[in-house]
């Protein structure tokens, strides 16, 4: 019997939605699944390093956010929010709120006495132009794109912990926040341990938080998201899995990126490239890969990831890979016991 959109809602009491992130990063709670056993068991997020043996491959993604979030003002006085959503487009495409307000050929002043005139309508949202150069203008004038159920402005304090301490390559427009419950110490625990890490990158995009309209999610497109594995990572990966080594993927944007260059990784050869650019090379591009109940995943074998939002394409990934009964069962024990949900929420581990 198809599944259908529905099957994956559930209950949230609005007061288990973080607002903030714990005071100290790594302080949060974990939920440990195992899927063999099917058990389910409460730690802290310290103890995970307990749960990784010597040798297994921990990826990480690298992507670091960029201040997407950009304040104006019309010409009338009205507010105007501008979120950029593809800054390699020119013109620039962003969500325009209100959008229905804003006329073609309209110009916004931002708090820093930018400009921006409003333009056409695009796949997602509007075409914008800015009076100078669009990286310029988001670190004068951009805020931490926090998403919208965290009811607040962006703070001071967001700009460092809505990163990770990994975070290298410009131009997330969310956080990959698995990632966020580690703290350097907790890394060089793992490496210590015998543990190996390897980095990735996919830019998370409009595409992972948009909402999906059909009951029958399989018709869903997921829009694009680009994503990168260079060489020397690649073979790490490569090297582990052709071993048996356990490879345990960091957030659901490592897992689609993994996912996403499986035959690259499975097939990686560099040993006829020691001299040249081989550790340039490896794998990049854009996924458009949408991963729900019945996929057959082929890299990762355990992963860490949030609790995600009802009917969202996030919680249809988990589902995929720990399995839709025991993963709501997951989700009952976390809202009985006042677990933290989304991105500056607790964790959870599926083994």
């Known amino acids: 019997m198809t599944m259908k959109l529905s099957q994956f809602d559930y209950n949230l009491p609005k007061e288990l ?68 959503i593809d800054k390699t487009k020119r013109p620039v495409e962003a969500l325009v709120r209100p959008s229905l307000r804003v006329k073609d050929g309209e110009k916004v ?17 509007r075409f914008v132009e800015f009076n100078d150069e669009v990286d310029d203008v988001i670190k004068r004038a951009g805020h931490v794109p926090l998403p919208p159920y965290i009811g607040r402005n962006d703070e001071e304090f967001d700009r460092e912990r809505y990163q990770t301490v990994f975070c290298r390559n410009e131009g997330a427009l969310a956080s990959p926040t698995a990632g966020l419950h580690f703290t350097q110490d907790m890394i060089d625990a793992l490496i210590n341990k015998g543990v190996g890490v390897a980095y990735v ?7 992972t938080f948009a909402t999906i309209k059909e009951e029958d999610f399989e ?57 040249g650019d081989w550790f340039e090379d490896g794998s990049d591009g854009f996924t458009r890969l949408f991963i729900y109940p019945g996929y057959k995943f082929r890299i990762v074998k355990a992963m860490i990831t949030n609790f995600h939002l009802p009917k969202s394409s996030l919680l249809l990934l988990t589902s995929a890979f720990a399995g839709k009964d025991l993963l709501f069962k997951a989700y009952e024990y976390a809202v009985k016991n006042r677990f933290k949900f989304f991105s500056y929420g607790d964790a959870m581990l599926i083994l």
């Open 17 to 84: 939605i973080a607002q903030r992130p714990s005071e100290k990063r790594g302080d949060d709670r974990l939920l440990v699944v195992d899927k063999v056993k099917g058990d389910i068991t409460e730690k802290k997020f310290t103890d995970i390093i307990d749960y990784f043996d010597k040798n297994d491959i921990l990826v990480l993604n690298d992507t670091k956010v960029i201040p997407a979030r950009l304040f104006g003002k019309r010409a009338t006085g009205g507010k105007v929010e501008i979120f950029i």
């Open 109 to 125: 002043i931002l708090e820093s006495g930018d400009e921006v005139i409003v333009k056409g309508r695009s796949e997602l949202g």
């Open 201 to 207: 990158t996919l830019h998370v995009s409009y595409a």
């Open 219 to 275: 018709k869903h497109t997921m829009h694009s998201e680009y994503y990168r594995i260079d060489a020397p990572n690649a073979a790490i990966i490569h090297n582990a899995r052709a071993s048996g080594k356990r490879i345990i993927a960091c957030g659901t944007t490592s897992v689609r990126v993994l996912e996403s260059c499986a035959d690259f990784i499975e097939n990686f050869m560099p040993s006829d490239k020691i001299h």
